[in-house]
T-cell receptor
Framework: GEDVEQSLFLSVREGDSSVINCTYT??????LYWYKQEPGAGLQLLTY?????DMKQDQRLTVLLNKKDKHLSLRIADTQTGDSAIYFC???????????FGKGTRLSVIA | GAVVSQHPSWVICKSGTSVKIECRSL??????MFWYRQFPKQSLMLMAT?????????EQGVEKDKFLINHASLTLSTLTVTSAHPEDSSFYIC?????????FGQGTRLTVV
């Protein structure tokens, strides 16, 4: 079946950039997503990218997609303490199929 | 964006009792909803796909008689954990797709004592 892999932990200093990486195996992925989960809360969609794009920028967030290598990254510029959370990478084939999630990367921001 | 409302946010129940969790799409219709379970420090695992007007589809290893799913209308799906046991304690979360996005409920933290 499809698999999505992420590193489990990342620690950065406040003001630095964070880069969270993700690899996936499904070659028919249509959309790739980044979700943020704060402690005890549900999932918040941060951004998504269509598989025929290689970059998307939204304020402090930059998503890079290397479809050939099936590699997705999320860069957070000027990381703040409020960015501390777990970030999930997810992929989907089509609109009515469930997302496949990575295990999540716990981002810790040190003041 | 679209809103999916999930209730309750948290529930504590005694072993052997049943708990119902509701998932509502507030401003759009969802013929399909997904139910996920998340154990501490782990990822979300798909439990089942809820289909309006037909039976739910369960993932391998998920007991359909224990986790009853009812998709009563185009805006409501319910998950009932029957005869709950402590090992069912987890974070349950629903989502509903709309176009290119999946909208998630707030999640329900179930603790079985």
């Amino acid at each position: 079946g499809e698999d999505v892999e992420q590193s489990l932990f990342l620690s950065v200093r406040e003001g630095d950039s964070s880069v969270i990486n993700c690899t996936y195996t499904d070659s028919s992925s249509t959309y790739l997503y980044w979700y943020k989960q704060e402690p005890g809360a549900g999932l918040q969609l941060l951004t998504y990218i269509f598989s025929n794009m290689d970059m998307k920028q939204d304020q402090r967030l930059t998503v890079l997609l290397n479809k050939k290598d099936k590699h997705l990254s999320l860069r957070i510029a000027d990381t703040q303490t409020g960015d501390s959370a777990i970030y999930f990478c997810a992929e989907v084939d089509s609109g009515n199929t469930p997302l496949v999630f990575g295990k999540g990367t716990r981002l810790s921001v040190i003041a | 964006g679209a809103v999916v409302s999930q209730h309750p946010s948290w529930v504590i129940c005694k072993s052997g009792t049943s708990v119902k969790i509701e998932c509502r799409s507030l401003d759009f219709q969802a013929t399909t909803m997904f139910w996920y379970r998340q154990f501490p420090k782990q990822s979300l695992m798909l439990m089942a796909t809820s289909n309006e007007g037909s039976k739910a589809t369960y993932e391998q290893g998920v007991e359909k008689d224990k986790f009853l799913i009812n998709h009563a209308s185009l805006t409501l799906s319910t998950l009932t954990v029957t005869s709950a046991h402590p090992e069912d304690s987890s974070f349950y979360i629903c989502s509903a797709p709309l176009h290119t996005e999946a909208f998630f409920g707030q999640g329900t933290r179930l603790t079985v004592v």
